[in-house]
């Protein structure tokens, strides 16, 4: 064991963090909205889009993250060069893109499919009963999403959220395929000179290890937070 | 890039699907061990010692925020670094297949762990007490009474866990094992590279196919065991 090299990488892996919460945070941002979408497009079953949004989150969730990622990675960007430069001529730079963009594509496409799933869970838990009474009491229907359903969705939804976002975030370390120089890509290459996988590794697993503790500390900080009415009711 | 082949998009099927067994041997493996041990984990979960609350609660802490892809190297170079330190004995010779049994099994014990806890607090501690009180031995209680209920609860979760490891077992192409992936990224290699879209499409597609298996499998199972117990529900219904 080599410790000085062990303490050495663990700084040096610490400023690759930027990139893995840029990461992590810009796919559940994109998701969020577009993962609604996708389970109000469920949940309403609106004719064409119905069978494909079942599709997608259904190949989405089965195959494996790097699949995903070796997928994307290897073919996205001849793709997207065929399309932009080929048949429209935009001359673009396509291969020039910083691959943090392909990053975030590829684990955005993961989060939309899998909170979709989370928001309709969330949304069928809750019962009709409560749809009907705010329809008696006169209120629109948009306005029962926005203060009868989706507040109380949201609460039965974090817990799953926090899941995905962990998920993600452990997924993140696969981003070096990608050629993304997060933690897991700087702590790879200092062990590469001098073959310290083992130190390297556990530098890794000590930083996901913290980041992890602090997401689990943020989550169930968010979950009692938004479920404070809910407490005060069943107490 | 060359223009997408169907013709070697399905050959691709014949390429990959000789190494789905060695895919299936590892998940199936992985399944017992991290079931055994997330069992022991729950176990020390529920009891009344704190020591084993306390090891059982951190080690699942801990593991969940790891990322697969670190504890499968970790384990891959750090485990029989491990044992010849401190067992002295030298697993050079061990096969890769050994390493990723290892790593999925700790990693999806903890997962289970929680699933199996959950379970096991949803079932009636009453339950428990009706059963010794008709004169059943502990252990009698447990395996006839509580088990099959948790056994129930537990099962949409456990399929979800086990759909989560499947997925995962695809990363242990990463240390030199041949499994599908393996075969799959040998195949690029030998065509230098080019028809990476057929060949990862071909394999997503026999992933889709498996994970379909489970999810229909565990729908099938859940209606299969609900339905007995919806019996059981209407006969104490009527007895009482």
């Known amino acids: 064991m080599n410790t000085t090299f062990l303490i050495h990488t663990f700084w040096l892996s610490i400023s690759g963090i930027p990139l893995t919460i840029l990461i992590t945070g810009a796919a559940l941002l994109l998701g969020l909205p577009l993962g609604f979408g996708l389970a109000w497009i469920k949940i309403r079953k609106i004719k064409v889009l119905y069978p494909l949004a079942v599709a997608y989150t259904s190949l989405i969730r089965a195959t494996p993250m790097v699949l995903l990622i070796l997928l994307f990675y290897s073919t996205l960007p001849s793709f997207l060069n065929v399309i932009i430069n080929k048949h429209f001529h935009l001359g673009i730079k396509v291969f020039d893109i910083n691959p943090v963009i392909y990053a975030i594509i590829v684990f955005a496409l993961i989060a939309i499919a899998n909170l979709s799933e989370v928001f309709r869970s969330a949304i069928l838990t809750i019962d009709p009963g409560q749809k009907e009474a705010a329809l008696m009491v006169g209120l629109s229907p948009t306005q029962i999403y926005r203060r009868i359903i989706i507040p109380q969705a949201l609460v039965s939804a974090i817990p799953n959220i926090g899941n995905l976002t962990l998920n993600i975030l452990k997924g993140t370390s696969l981003a070096f395929m990608m050629a993304v120089p997060e933690i897991t890509a700087v702590a790879k290459t200092a062990a590469s000179y001098t073959y310290n996988y083992t130190e390297a590794y556990i530098d890794i697993f000590v930083i996901y290890f913290i980041l992890g503790a602090i997401l689990q500390v943020i989550f169930k900080f968010l979950e009692r937070y938004l479920g404070r009415h809910k407490l005060k009711r069943t107490a | ?240």
């Open chain 2, 1 to 240: 890039m060359p223009p997408f082949s169907f013709e070697f998009f399905l050959s691709v099927f014949g390429e990959i699907l000789p190494y789905l067994p060695i895919t299936l041997l590892i998940i199936i493996l992985s399944i017992i061990f991290s079931s055994l041990l997330g069992s022991f984990l729950a176990a020390g979960g529920i009891s009344r010692s704190l020591f084993w609350r306390t090891v059982t609660q951190s080690y699942v802490f801990v593991l969940r925020s790891t990322p697969p892809i670190v504890l499968l190297f970790l384990v891959f170079y750090g485990f029989p670094k491990l044992l010849l330190l401190f067992l002295n004995i030298n697993v050079n010779g061990w096969q890769k297949s050994v390493f990723v049994v290892i790593a999925l099994s700790l990693l999806f014990a903890s997962n289970l762990a929680e699933v199996f806890k959950a379970a096991y607090l949803t079932v009636n501690t009453g339950q428990r007490e009706a059963a010794l009180m008709a004169g059943l031995s502990e252990w009698q209680a447990f395996y006839r009474i509580t088990l099959p209920q948790t056994i129930v609860v537990a099962l949409p979760n456990f399929a979800n866990t086990v759909a989560a490891l499947i997925k995962d077992a695809a990363l242990a192409y990463v240390i030199g094992l041949v499994d599908m992936m393996g075969a799959g990224n040998n195949l690029i290699a030998r065509n230098f590279g080019h028809h990476s879209l057929e060949t990862y499409l071909a394999l997503a597609v026999v992933y889709w196919v498996i994970f379909i298996i489970v999810e229909q499998g565990t729908k099938y199972l859940e209606k299969y065991l609900s339905k007995s117990r919806a019996v059981d529900t209407t006969q104490s219904g009527v007895t009482a």
